[in-house]
């Protein structure tokens, strides 16, 4: 694979790092100050519901259908023929998003009904989580067209920019949460009103970058523009197909919201601790390699194409794998070095670890997809992962229903940790079927020496797993140890697994030209 794209990955996974520390500060903030009670879970509900559809809409089905666009227009077009369709863009997804925001807004009792019916019974949480609603659905407007320019962006090279947006983000709710919000009547709404000025400044921080390359017109309505059809044809099938794992974890709210309080707060710290080396590795890889691919499929250099994914494949599973099995073993000392402090009991940090270890297996799916889907959006095909989604969803929805419902009910201690379960579950089956899809079509072929590169993966996370379980010790030295002595312990175990990992991989002859294949090798601009 070409440097570039490695040099890249790097850029954005260096930048999303600082983005997720600061994000992992915030959530220590929020736990501190508002533990896992009433607040937190109507928080999270009002925050979650907008998060989702940006998730969904803007770095989803829009994204994945925005970037093979402007990647076309890029290299087949004028540079005019580009700043017309990011007007006409702008203009039209601005409007939409304009009236989706003013009826969200309104809406607000029913959605928050929707999604988390199981909070009218207890007094005063649904009113709370309503108010919070219409100060955060808002964030979807801003943020919605900070992907777009995020995109304009990342198809011209520029990542750095669209990956720190986020730490603009944390770090306001960083302030509002422990700063702000203490000294207010509702410290809760203030919270909640922290989301809509982030959102406002992330979407600002975006304009310099976008107009020095000439590409920031004036926004206008423009739906029967050619590029914008196909935009909005392609978003269409690709609002399920992209993000079958997001609406899985919003189904997982609504079936907490039902449970005892605290549910939903403990899959959330639980849900950040396995998001934070997704966001670092793999979604940064994500980023780099759609308008790589895209482009690729646009020259018609299929060869190049195949060998892009099997490439990224490879170095997801190098990556992640360690990261998974790290989440297994040490889960309770991470949990109570990350958020046991303040508010956050010793019952919070029992629940949300039994959460993150069924979160943690779930890793190695989530990432796969993240780099399996782009093998479809780059070729504007976003029907197969229509399909693929649906499946999966209906995969996750059985579950709830069938096996976490009836295990709540039956008075099973844990019934979040099924919930975790399925959806882990879920994006297994969605892994499994984007990789068969491509393998059918001919459009991925994997290049030799992949059970070599598996069984030295295998052997250096089996021994990373058996180190870190001596080091991590019984959790109630965990308990009982301050702030400072379980960062220190925790440095210790990451530091040493890491070692241990490579090394093992060194040992047994895990080389970068092991990411390669056969086919790559003469190559003169691959890794």
Not at 152 to 160: D, E, H, I, K
Not at 193 to 217: D, E, R, T
Not at 285 to 314: C, G, K, N, Y
Not at 362 to 376: I, R
């Amino acid at each position: 694979m070409s440097r570039a794209i490695f040099k890249s990955t790097s850029v954005v996974g260096l930048t999303t790092l600082i983005s997720r520390i600061t994000g992992l500060w915030r959530d220590m903030v929020y736990s501190q100050a508002f533990g896992a009670g009433t607040v937190m879970d109507a928080f999270l509900v009002a925050y979650k519901i907008p998060n989702f559809l940006r998730r969904l809409f803007a770095e989803g089905a829009f994204s994945q259908s925005f970037v093979p666009v402007i990647s076309e227009y890029k290299v087949r077009r004028s540079h005019d023929d580009v700043r017309e369709l990011v007007g006409g863009v702008a203009g039209t997804l601005g409007a939409v998003l304009f009236v989706v925001t003013l009826i969200g807004v309104i809406a607000a009792p029913v959605i928050i009904f929707l999604f988390a019916p199981g909070f009218r019974a207890e007094d005063g949480k649904y009113e709370l989580a309503v108010e919070m609603f219409r100060f955060t659905f808002p964030y979807l407007f801003f943020i919605s067209l900070t992907a777009l320019f995020s995109g304009v962006l990342n198809s011209y090279g520029r990542f750095a920019i669209p990956a720190f947006t986020q730490v603009i983000m944390n770090v306001v709710m960083i302030i509002f949460a422990s700063l702000i919000a203490p000294h207010t009547a509702q410290p809760g709404l203030t919270l909640a009103a922290g989301v809509f000025v982030a959102g406002a400044l992330q979407l600002l921080f975006q304009l310099p970058a976008v107009a020095k390359l000439g590409l920031l017109p004036m926004p206008r309505w423009r739906p029967a523009l050619e590029g914008v059809r196909r935009i909005g044809k392609l978003m269409i099938p690709g609002i399920v197909g992209s993000s079958a794992a997001q609406v899985s974890l919003l189904l997982d709210t609504l079936i907490a919201s039902f449970l005892v309080t605290g549910s939903i707060a403990w899959l959330y710290y639980a849900d950040r601790l396995m998001e934070f080396p997704l966001g670092v590795f793999s979604i940064a890889l994500a980023t780099v390699i759609l308008p790589r691919l895209s482009a690729q499929h646009a020259e018609q250099s299929m060869e190049r194409f195949s060998e892009t994914l099997d490439w990224a494949l490879r170095l997801v599973i190098l990556m992640v794998t360690p990261a998974a099995v790290a989440l297994l073993v040490i889960a309770g000392p991470l949990t109570a070095t990350m958020f046991g402090y303040g508010r956050f009991t010793a019952r919070d940090i029992e629940m949300s670890t039994w959460a993150l270890m069924a979160y943690s297996w779930g890793l190695l799916g989530f990432s796969l997809v993240k780099v399996l889907a782009p093998g479809y959006f780059a070729r504007q095909d976003t029907k197969t992962p229509v399909r693929v989604g649906l499946i999966a969803l209906g995969v996750n929805m059985g579950l709830n229903v069938g096996v976490v419902l009836p295990a709540h009910l039956a008075g099973f201690p844990a019934p979040h940790v099924l919930l975790a379960t399925s959806t882990c579950i879920s994006a297994a089956v969605n892994t499994t079927l984007l990789w068969r899809g491509l393998r059918r079509d001919g459009v991925y072929r994997p290049t030799p020496g992949w059970w070599k590169l598996l069984g030295q993966i295998g052997a250096a996370s089996a021994t990373m797993a058996a180190l870190l379980w001596w080091l991590a010790g019984d959790m109630s030295i965990w308990l009982a140890a301050s702030a400072l002595e379980r960062a220190g312990r925790l440095a210790l175990c990451v530091v040493g697994g890491a070692v241990s990992y490579f090394a093992v991989l060194f040992v047994l002859g895990v080389r970068p030209g092991s990411l390669r294949g056969a086919r790559g090798k003469s190559a003169p601009d691959r890794l």
